[in-house]
C-alpha cells in the first residue's frame, strides 16, 4: 500500500515490518502476562470480561496510585485514537490502490493536486464508518460493545488476512523457483507463518465469545458477513480473470513492475 510513498521499497519495506513485528510482538507478550498476572491467571477472563472498558484503569490505580491514572488516561485515548487512525488510513490506501488498479471506480483514484493524498478515497471511507457507527448506536449498542466486538472481530479478520497472505507467497515461490532469494526467505518462512497463523485463527474462532464479548448469534453473524465479503471477492476477482484480463492482471501493479 506505501510502496509509492518509498524511495527503496525492497529494503525499507522489508525492514520496517521485521522492526515492528519484533517490537509488538515483544510489547505485546510482556504486557499481556504483566495484565494477566495482575489479574489473577484464575479470574483473569472473569474480571476482564465483568468490566472491560475500566479493568486496566483499575489496575493502574491499584498499583500505581491516582499519578499512574493521570499518565495511562491520555496514553490510552491517543493510543486508540491512533489505532482507528490507522485502520482509516489503511483502508483508504486500500481503496485507493485498487481504483488505480482499476477494481474500484476511477474517481477514487484522483490524488489530491496539492497534497497528493488519497482525498476522495478517504472521504468514502470516513463517510462508511461514520454511517456504519451510527447504525450500530441506532439498534441500542454502546460504545463499548461496538469497541470490543468489532475489533475482536477485526483482529480475527487481520490474522485470517495474513495467514491467506502467507499462503499466497508460499504457493507463488513454490511455482516460481526462479527467485534469486534463499528457500528458507521464500519457501520456509511463508509456510511457518501460514500455519502458525492458522493455529492463531482457530484459536480465535474457538475462543470468539471471549474474544468479542457477544452473544453466539452476533458472532456467528459477524464471522459470516466476513466470509461472505471473502467469498464476493474472489467471485469478482475470477469474474475480472474471465472478462476483464487486462484488469485482473493490473491488480497489486507495484509489485508486478518490480
Not at 495482575?38 to 479470574?43: M, P, T
Not at 486500500?94 to 488498479?101: A, E, G, K, N, Q
Not at 472478462?243 to 485482473?248: A, E, K, L, Q, V
Amino acid at each position: 500500500m506505501y510502496r509509492e510513498e518509498a524511495r527503496q521499497p525492497h529494503k525499507t519495506i522489508p525492514r520496517a515490518t521485521y522492526l515492528v513485528v519484533i517490537f509488538i510482538g515483544l510489547f505485546y507478550t510482556l504486557t499481556s502476562w504483566v495484565y494477566i498476572n495482575a489479574l489473577g491467571v484464575d479470574n483473569a477472563v472473569r474480571v476482564a470480561a465483568a468490566d472491560p472498558a475500566n479493568t486496566f484503569i483499575t489496575l493502574a490505580r491499584q498499583y500505581g496510585g491516582k499519578l499512574l491514572v493521570d499518565i495511562v488516561n491520555p496514553l490510552l485515548l491517543t493510543s486508540v485514537f491512533a489505532a482507528h487512525l490507522s485502520i482509516q488510513n489503511v483502508t483508504t490506501r486500500y481503496v485507493y490502490s485498487l481504483s488505480v488498479d482499476g477494481i474500484f471506480p476511477k474517481f477514487l483514484s484522483v490524488a489530491h493536486s496539492k497534497h497528493r493524498s488519497p482525498h476522495r478515497s478517504s472521504v468514502l471511507v470516513s463517510l462508511i464508518y461514520l454511517v456504519g457507527t451510527a447504525v450500530l448506536f441506532a439498534t441500542g449498542m454502546t460504545a463499548v460493545q461496538i469497541y470490543s466486538q468489532y475489533a475482536g472481530l477485526a483482529q480475527l479478520g487481520i490474522t485470517v488476512a495474513m495467514a491467506l497472505t502467507s499462503l499466497a507467497a508460499f504457493v507463488y515461490f513454490l511455482k516460481n523457483k526462479k527467485s534469486d532469494r534463499s528457500k528458507f526467505v521464500t519457501i520456509v518462512c511463508p509456510l511457518l507463518a501460514f500455519l502458525a497463523l492458522c493455529t492463531l485463527g482457530y484459536l480465535g474462532v474457538t475462543n470468539l465469545s471471549t474474544l468479542t464479548g457477544a452473544s453466539d448469534l452476533a458472532n456467528w453473524l459477524m464471522v459470516g458477513g466476513m466470509v461472505s465479503v471473502w467469498v464476493v471477492g474472489c467471485a469478482y476477482a475470477l469474474w475480472l480473470k474471465k472478462n476483464r484480463p487486462m484488469t485482473y492482471r493490473k491488480i497489486g501493479r507495484n509489485v508486478i513492475s518490480d
